[in-house]
């Protein structure tokens, strides 16, 4: 049993050993290279900004020249997919890229530490919209929706309140509004923003109004009220560089197949499927009952809102009314089954049943204002 | 050395478990290592965001996968 067990633990230490020796030997040039954003922080910033704007604006022309090397003639239906594909894909990660690089230096400041301390004691009304707008910029991942729940009404945040949180967070996130304004253009993308935060503070103030604190599980109730603190910050500059390269990492490495997908659909289904295919069920003539249906289909899809990309560009592309496409977009990423049997740890039955419907009827209303306006 | 990770099983606690045990292993530093599941424990740490990670009895850490660097401070 022992000789098994200990050769691979010898193994990583010799391994180890050769890289710091190759690391001492040679603090070469691709070392000062990772460690440029660091130790020279504003040029790092200034150059990465200049080499983006080049990248970005030779996109066009590039993406004719490729397709100009291609044997598709660039009139036939082939050839324009192919420009298509060739500009918006990378575009759209440019886009990408900048924001949620922009994005991840700006959430080194708003830490949830840092947001609860901001929410706490206020009185609600003003503290639903300054929740809804920390939603935006406070980093945030699902699986620690329920712990944020509990710090925030244990540090005396309103339930209301929490709640305007807690919506608008996964809802109304910088992934979904680059991809909204680099596929559909910066009018759906600013509609997103202000409907999804409509949706997050009303819902977030009715639900406050209805003074339901006696509905959440009683052992939440019970926690010992703690004193909110901002914990530690004032990072340096090099450090929120190294914050935004990580969410780079994360967030741009785990979408980009989906983003890749849903442009290669927008695409492909162009010539494919009938122009019309989806309006007489989700086009603007739909019957009533179509908003209600996107909602019913969003809830038990559990996906984020890179996931979610590929469908909202199909159904359009087929179409299906903005208005009803927002709603089922919205729902997916709002009101999830998933979310709802985690949250029923912290929440007794009654209220998250009022939380989905309260929610479910903002969406719906976003859904049928759009069709009716557009 | 006793470390906990806190979190409620999403992939990044998992991920985050995982490179603890190779940096340990790397460095040749011996540790317990435990996950935290429980919600009502975790909250008993005051930690607000997943994963959370705690060193004889004491939060290092708190929301999202801790970088590598950081890590292998805590080990030594």
Same mark, same amino acid.
């Given at each position: 049993?022992?000789?098994?067990v200990?050769?691979?633990?010898k193994?990583g ?32 910033l ?16 590039a993406? @004719? ?6 044997p ?6 082939l050839?324009?997919a ?17 924001v949620?690089?922009?994005m ?9 530490e840092?947001?609860?301390?901001l929410?706490? +004691?206020?009185s609600?009304?003003?503290a639903?919209v300054l929740?809804?707008?920390?939603g935006?910029? $406070? ?11 509990i +710090?925030f009404?244990?540090?005396?945040v309103?339930?209301?309140?929490t ?26 993308a ?19 109004r209805?003074k339901? @604190? #006696? ?5 939440v109730?019970?926690?010992?009220k ?6 530690d #910050?004032g ?6 560089i ?10 741009v490495?785990?979408v980009?197949p ?10 492909a ?5 009938? @122009?019309?295919f989806m309006?007489s069920?989700m +086009? ?14 969003g809830?038990?899809m ?20 903005l ?6 977009m ?11 049997i ?11 049943? $009022?939380?989905a419907?309260?929610v ?11 069709n009716?306006?557009l | ?9 999403c992939?990044?606690c ?23 599941e429980?919600?009502?424990? /975790? ?27 950081? /890590?292998e401070?805590?080990?030594?």
């Amino acid at each position: 049993m022992g000789a098994p067990v200990k050769k691979p633990a010898k193994a990583g230490l010799f391994r180890v050993r050769i890289l710091n020796m190759t690391a001492h030997s040679a603090p070469g040039f691709s070392q000062q290279l990772l460690d440029f954003p660091r130790h020279h922080a504003r040029s790092f910033l200034a150059l990465a900004a200049v080499l983006w704007w080049l990248l970005y604006s030779l996109l066009t022309p590039a993406s @004719e020249a490729l397709v100009a090397m291609l044997p598709v003639d660039r009139a036939s239906h082939l050839g324009g997919a192919l420009q298509f594909f060739l500009y918006d894909a990378p575009k759209v990660l440019l886009l990408l890229t900048a924001v949620v690089f922009a994005m991840g230096m700006v959430n080194s400041y708003f830490t949830p530490e840092r947001t609860r301390a901001l929410l706490a +004691g206020r009185s609600e009304g003003m503290a639903n919209v300054l929740a809804a707008c920390l939603g935006i910029v $406070t980093p945030f991942c699902s699986c620690s929706a329920v712990p944020l729940f509990i +710090g925030f009404v244990q540090a005396g945040v309103p339930l209301g309140v929490t709640f305007s949180f807690l919506i608008s967070a996964p809802m109304v996130n910088e992934v979904a509004l680059t991809l909204l304004f680099g596929l559909f253009g910066w009018r759906i993308a600013l509609l997103y923003l202000g409907l999804g935060l409509s949706v997050a503070i009303v819902a977030g103030w009715v639900i406050g109004r209805l003074k339901m @604190e #006696q509905h959440l599980e009683d052992w939440v109730r019970d926690m010992p009220k703690v004193q909110a603190t901002t914990g530690d #910050q004032g990072l340096t500059l090099g450090e929120r560089i190294a914050a935004g390269q990580a969410s780079v990492r994360e967030i741009v490495g785990k979408v980009w197949p989906y983003i890749l997908g849903g442009i290669a659909i927008g695409g492909a289904i162009h010539g494919w499927v009938p @122009e019309d295919f989806m309006a007489s069920i989700m +086009g603007r003539n739909a019957p009533w009952w179509s908003v209600p249906l996107a909602v019913l289909i969003g809830v038990p899809m559990y996906t984020n809102a890179a996931g979610v990309i590929p469908i909202v560009q199909a159904l359009l592309a087929k179409g299906a009314a903005l208005g009803t496409v927002l709603a089922f977009m919205m729902s997916v990423i709002a009101l999830s089954l998933p979310e709802m049997i985690i949250l029923r740890k912290v929440l007794k039955l009654r209220l998250i049943a $009022t939380f989905a419907t309260i929610v479910a009827a903002g969406i719906l209303l976003v859904g049928y204002v759009f069709n009716a306006v557009l | 050395m006793d470390i906990k990770v806190l979190g409620t099983g999403c992939a990044n606690c998992k991920n985050t478990v995982a490179l603890i045990e190779q940096a340990a292993k790397a460095k040749g530093v011996s540790i317990t290592l435990s996950k935290v599941e429980e919600l009502r424990d /975790i909250m008993g740490y005051g930690v607000m965001s997943t994963p959370g990670v705690v060193i004889d009895g004491k939060v290092v850490h708190a929301g999202g996968v801790p970088s590598r660097e950081k /890590i292998e401070s805590w080990l030594v």
